[in-house]
């Protein structure tokens, strides 16, 4: 069954979409991954123009952050004040992604740019995982690494310094603001709720406690990726709320099943496993870039049929 | 079931169309107006409604002609300034590196005719357009002359792969009988939006003895019509609306998949 999607403008299989939703929706509760990252490439391969997927994408990453921030929040895991230090970070960063993605949209390299900064991302992101499972595969756990000393540090150096209490820190406001300005940089370019970048960075850079790191930055992707949904929606028009109400659907299902199975099956070939799909996107989009296309030339904006 | 609906009233329009031509060629109600009036054409439809399911669609254009000559039908849609790119090789990978923007590009074309048009004089395909290589795509003023050939033709390569310029070119064109006859005329799912104009041509001895045209009109309708408009139009209330369904349905989600 094919439906007509109004802003991509772009006949897809219904059933395509819902799968790819559900597919990475299971991923995400499996896991406890955003799945932007893996969302919007896929959008892109099935023949969705790549600025509608990103935009759209930040859409749907609205929807399971607040699924998934209700149920830290409950628990009392979310750190409000450090989340809004964060979010100011983030709205400066994801206001000047949007108006950078503008601007390269108009040049014609913001394809270019989405797929670029994808391998970039992913790339990494693949191979920590990928090098992560396979160390504990072998079984050489040596367990959490020990909490760096709180030794002064450039860090400290930094001035306007303030108090998070929910995260016991006493640190510069500089620190959140640059992690959040960064990120929403990344939800603005690439769709992407940015969580695979910012968690490791509030626990290693801020030195926040494990507790409170996904609920806070569950909390601060919710208003950076609702930045980024308006602003898109205002100057690029490129957010398709069918496309995102269908991605939705079979995530939330989706993600549900994944959450079961998490619970029963062992992590770490999953894990692997994972990493290795990351990788098969990152070396798809890389292959894009480096083969010569069949046509080197292309007209903007003509949709596929 | 809907499919043999339209099939139906199709035929239906085409037998009472051309019921009408053919009862009016003999009482020369045609020819009687002008001596130009020696051809005469409709569509089946003068309305594409892109809806959900549309997936692309036929028209039926039909017609009669008043005495010998081939007949010809140029299609096209709204017109609209191109962006046309070039890759090039930079640092291992394929960027876009230079740009030329062509005015007037009609988004949807398509030429049906009943002989093969190049019998045709250029200057008469030029006139009216007879064939994507004649069409009248403006070119920036300053682009120098060895460059616009090669992006004129990618322009037109790409269009044929995206499906809006028809292949082949001409389609076919059948006569029932002398003065009757008969095309389709398809439309791609991505068939841009806006007023297309049915041009139909009587020509005899290589040159245009008679015209007519049509409009035709392809609009979003419905839901697809609303959701499109409402993005355009409010923009804001768009972007707003779409976050506070994606916040609902997250709630909603959470709330009915809570475990406790």
């Given at each position: 069954m094919d439906i007509y999607l109004p802003i991509a403008e772009v006949s897809v299989n219904v059933f395509l979409i819902l799968g790819l939703g559900g597919g990475v929706g299971f991923l995400s509760g499996l896991f406890g991954v955003g799945g932007g990252f893996l969302m919007t490439p896929l959008l892109i391969f099935i023949g969705i123009p790549a600025p509608v997927a990103v935009a759209t994408e930040a859409n749907q990453i609205v929807a399971s952050s607040v699924s998934g921030v209700l149920a830290h929040w409950r628990r009392g895991n979310v750190d409000f004040r450090m989340g809004g230090v964060l979010l100011v970070g983030g709205f400066i960063g994801s206001s000047v992604g949007v108006w950078v993605f503008t601007l390269l949209k108009q040049i014609g390299q913001i394809d270019l740019v989405i797929r670029l900064s994808f391998v970039v991302f992913l790339g990494i992101v693949g191979g920590l995982m990928l090098a992560e499972s396979v160390k504990a595969m072998r079984g050489r756990?040596?367990?959490?690494?020990?909490?760096?000393?709180p030794t002064r540090s450039w860090k400290d150096a930094l001035p306007f310094k303030m108090r998070f209490r929910r995260s016991r820190l006493y640190i510069s406001a500089l620190l959140p603001l640059a992690v959040g300005f960064f990120v929403g940089l990344m939800a603005a370019i690439?769709?992407?709720?940015g969580g695979f970048i910012m968690v490791p960075a509030m626990i290693y850079?801020?030195?926040?406690?494990?507790?409170?790191v996904i609920g806070t930055s569950l909390f601060q992707i919710i208003f950076v990726t609702a930045n980024v949904t308006a602003l898109q929606a205002v100057t690029?028009?490129?957010?398709d709320v069918v496309l995102a109400l269908l991605l939705l659907l079979g995530g939330v299902i989706g993600a549900q099943f994944g959450a079961r199975a998490g619970a029963r099956l062992r992590g770490d070939q999953l894990r692997g496993l994972l990493a290795l799909m990351v990788l098969a996107v990152c070396i798809k989009l890389a292959f894009d870039l480096i083969v010569e296309p069949d046509d080197l030339y292309a007209v903007a904006g003509i949709g596929s049929p | 079931m809907r499919r043999r609906l339209a099939t139906v009233a199709t035929a239906v329009a085409l037998f009472t169309g051309m019921l009408a031509v053919a009862l009016a060629v003999p009482f020369g109600l045609f020819a009687g107006r002008s001596a130009e009036a020696e051809i005469i054409a409709d569509l089946s439809e003068h309305l594409i409604a892109i809806t959900t399911g549309f997936t692309g669609a036929r028209v039926l254009l039909f017609g009669a002609r008043e005495g010998d000559g081939e007949v010809v039908v140029v299609v096209r849609g709204p017109r609209k300034p191109m962006v046309v790119r070039r890759k090039g090789r930079v640092a291992g990978i394929w960027i876009n590196e230079a740009e030329m923007t062509f005015r007037d590009v009609p988004a949807y074309y398509s030429v049906a005719a009943s002989?093969?048009?190049?019998?045709?004089p250029a200057s008469v395909r030029a006139r009216h357009e007879i064939g994507s290589g004649y069409l009248r795509m403006v070119a920036p003023a300053d682009a120098p002359a060895a460059e616009v050939g090669p992006f004129r033709e990618a322009l037109i390569r790409n269009m044929r792969r995206a499906d809006l310029f028809y292949v082949p070119e001409p389609a076919p064109l059948a006569f029932l009988g002398d003065t009757l006859f008969r095309t389709d005329v398809f439309f791609p799912a991505n068939a841009p939006v806006g007023l297309y104009e049915a041009a139909i041509f009587l020509v005899r001895d290589g040159d245009v003895v008679s015209a007519q045209s049509t409009p035709l009109q392809v609009s979003k309708v419905g839901f697809e019509a609303w959701v499109f408009d409402f993005a355009h139009r409010h923009a804001l209330a768009y972007g707003v609306l779409a976050i506070l369904i994606a916040v609902v349905a997250g709630w909603l989600a959470s709330a009915i998949f809570r475990k406790d």
């Amino acid at each position: 069954m094919d439906i007509y999607l109004p802003i991509a403008e772009v006949s897809v299989n219904v059933f395509l979409i819902l799968g790819l939703g559900g597919g990475v929706g299971f991923l995400s509760g499996l896991f406890g991954v955003g799945g932007g990252f893996l969302m919007t490439p896929l959008l892109i391969f099935i023949g969705i123009p790549a600025p509608v997927a990103v935009a759209t994408e930040a859409n749907q990453i609205v929807a399971s952050s607040v699924s998934g921030v209700l149920a830290h929040w409950r628990r009392g895991n979310v750190d409000f004040r450090m989340g809004g230090v964060l979010l100011v970070g983030g709205f400066i960063g994801s206001s000047v992604g949007v108006w950078v993605f503008t601007l390269l949209k108009q040049i014609g390299q913001i394809d270019l740019v989405i797929r670029l900064s994808f391998v970039v991302f992913l790339g990494i992101v693949g191979g920590l995982m990928l090098a992560e499972s396979v160390k504990a595969m072998r079984g050489r756990r040596a367990g959490h690494p020990p909490k760096p000393k709180p030794t002064r540090s450039w860090k400290d150096a930094l001035p306007f310094k303030m108090r998070f209490r929910r995260s016991r820190l006493y640190i510069s406001a500089l620190l959140p603001l640059a992690v959040g300005f960064f990120v929403g940089l990344m939800a603005a370019i690439m769709g992407v709720g940015g969580g695979f970048i910012m968690v490791p960075a509030m626990i290693y850079l801020l030195g926040m406690p494990t507790s409170v790191v996904i609920g806070t930055s569950l909390f601060q992707i919710i208003f950076v990726t609702a930045n980024v949904t308006a602003l898109q929606a205002v100057t690029n028009q490129t957010v398709d709320v069918v496309l995102a109400l269908l991605l939705l659907l079979g995530g939330v299902i989706g993600a549900q099943f994944g959450a079961r199975a998490g619970a029963r099956l062992r992590g770490d070939q999953l894990r692997g496993l994972l990493a290795l799909m990351v990788l098969a996107v990152c070396i798809k989009l890389a292959f894009d870039l480096i083969v010569e296309p069949d046509d080197l030339y292309a007209v903007a904006g003509i949709g596929s049929p | 079931m809907r499919r043999r609906l339209a099939t139906v009233a199709t035929a239906v329009a085409l037998f009472t169309g051309m019921l009408a031509v053919a009862l009016a060629v003999p009482f020369g109600l045609f020819a009687g107006r002008s001596a130009e009036a020696e051809i005469i054409a409709d569509l089946s439809e003068h309305l594409i409604a892109i809806t959900t399911g549309f997936t692309g669609a036929r028209v039926l254009l039909f017609g009669a002609r008043e005495g010998d000559g081939e007949v010809v039908v140029v299609v096209r849609g709204p017109r609209k300034p191109m962006v046309v790119r070039r890759k090039g090789r930079v640092a291992g990978i394929w960027i876009n590196e230079a740009e030329m923007t062509f005015r007037d590009v009609p988004a949807y074309y398509s030429v049906a005719a009943s002989a093969p048009l190049d019998d045709l004089p250029a200057s008469v395909r030029a006139r009216h357009e007879i064939g994507s290589g004649y069409l009248r795509m403006v070119a920036p003023a300053d682009a120098p002359a060895a460059e616009v050939g090669p992006f004129r033709e990618a322009l037109i390569r790409n269009m044929r792969r995206a499906d809006l310029f028809y292949v082949p070119e001409p389609a076919p064109l059948a006569f029932l009988g002398d003065t009757l006859f008969r095309t389709d005329v398809f439309f791609p799912a991505n068939a841009p939006v806006g007023l297309y104009e049915a041009a139909i041509f009587l020509v005899r001895d290589g040159d245009v003895v008679s015209a007519q045209s049509t409009p035709l009109q392809v609009s979003k309708v419905g839901f697809e019509a609303w959701v499109f408009d409402f993005a355009h139009r409010h923009a804001l209330a768009y972007g707003v609306l779409a976050i506070l369904i994606a916040v609902v349905a997250g709630w909603l989600a959470s709330a009915i998949f809570r475990k406790d």
